[in-house]
T-cell receptor, first 113, second 114 residues
Framework: GAGVSQSPRYKVTKRGQDVALRCDPI?????LYWYRQALGQGPEFLTY????????KSGLPNDRFSAERPEGSISTLTIQRTEQRDSAMYRC???????????FGPGTRLLVL | DQQVKQNSPSLSVQEGRISILNCDYT??????FLWYKKYPAEGPTFLIS?????DKNEDGRFTVFLNKSAKHLSLHIVPSQPGDSAVYFC?????????????FGKGTLLTVNP
């Protein structure tokens, strides 16, 4: 079956621009997560949704970062006024429930020039 | 402060031999541990997990061992195959309200030579 998909796969943007990263979870998965992975590091938690409710945003680095999942399916991570330090791989994962195995998408590699 | 540590950035083994990947953790609230495998240009794929109530979990060629007193776990792959060459991430999560939040190590690149 279809796994988690993310788009775009690569995004190059100029400092100061806004970017929106999309995640399409596995069909029927109620839990959705965003992680950020710097080069040479493991993924770091950003935020968690249960259906459409954002239940934890403690990992978002600052208020330029926001996420939504309005219909409990597709999610968008938005970074406003991008900075070079935002360059990283952004990974989305989904699971059938908060206790269940998380399945990761291929990620969006963001490069801020 | 790294709560999950994979101190070996890389490991190279011969095909057919055993691969042992190690992971240490510092947070005593962690009670569930996972290994993910990642090929280039793909997302991490779940491999095997273990609950803190067990000290061993086996799935085919893959076995995870947990030593709670030492806050140490290891992944054994026997026999190793060239297709096992990938980055392996150790991850942990706790019980309670944040039991969805995975904390990852930096990963170990395993190379299995034919």
């Amino acid at each position: 079956g279809a796994g988690v998909s993310q788009s775009p796969r690569y995004k190059v943007t100029k400092r100061g621009q806004d970017v929106a990263l999309r995640c399409d979870p596995i069909s029927g998965h109620v839990s959705l997560y965003w992680y950020r992975q710097a080069l040479g590091q493991g993924p770091e938690f950003l935020t968690y949704f249960n259906y459409e409710a954002q239940q934890d945003k403690s990992g978002l680095p600052n208020d330029r970062f926001s996420a939504e999942r309005p219909e409990g399916s597709i999610s968008t991570l938005t970074i406003q006024r991008t900075e070079q330090r935002d360059s990283a791989m952004y990974r989305c994962a989904s699971s059938g429930g908060r206790w269940e195995t998380q399945y990761f998408g291929p990620g969006t590699r963001l490069l801020v020039l | 402060d790294q709560q999950v540590k994979q101190n070996s950035p890389s490991l190279s083994v011969q095909e057919g031999r055993i691969s042992i990947l190690n992971c240490d953790y510092t947070n005593s609230m962690f009670d569930y541990f996972l290994w993910y495998k990642k090929y280039p240009a793909e997302g991490p794929t779940f491999l095997i997990s273990i609950s803190s109530i067990k000290d061993k979990n086996e799935d085919g060629r893959f076995t995870v061992f947990l030593n709670k007193s030492a806050k140490h776990l290891s992944l054994h792959i026997v026999p190793s195959q060239p297709g096992d060459s990938a980055v392996y991430f150790c991850a942990a999560k706790g019980s309670g309200g944040s039991n969805y939040k995975l904390t990852f190590g930096k990963g170990t690149l395993l190379t299995v030579n034919p």
